[in-house]
């Protein structure tokens, strides 16, 4: 079984930054250094759209609508995976999901909220 944990969530000014966590234990949790992962979200009335993903060999993709403010990164010693989320607008507004789509496995989402 795959767990995923969100943190780091929270209300934050526009312009300003947060960090976004997940981490992942289970039965993935020896082979977390091999798989892609990835951030999605959720604003509301809104389909969940993707973010960024970053691949075991650290190449990574952005969405346009963050790109050069949002920032993907891993370690695979924790087995922990970040979103530096810098520049925040209030259409960042959103629930925050990782996922390993492998897996097809979800956390249950960490909510940022973005202040005009």
């Known amino acids: 079984q795959v767990q995923l944990m969100e943190s780091g969530g929270g209300l934050v000014q526009a312009g300003g930054s947060l960090r976004l966590s997940c981490a992942a234990s289970g039965s993935i949790a020896s082979i977390f250094r091999l798989l892609a992962l990835g951030w999605y979200r959720q604003a509301p009335g809104k389909q969940r759209e993707w973010v960024a993903t970053?691949?075991?060999?650290?190449?990574?993709n952005y969405a346009d609508s963050v790109k050069g403010r949002f920032s993907i990164s891993r370690d695979n010693t924790l087995n922990t995976m970040y979103l530096q989320m810098n520049s925040l607008k209030p259409e960042d507004t959103a629930v925050y999901y990782c996922?390993?789509?492998?897996?097809?496995?979800w956390g249950k989402g960490t909510q940022v909220s973005v202040s005009s």
């Open positions: 996922t390993v789509p492998q897996y097809s496995s």
């Open positions: 970053i691949t075991s060999g650290g190449v990574t």
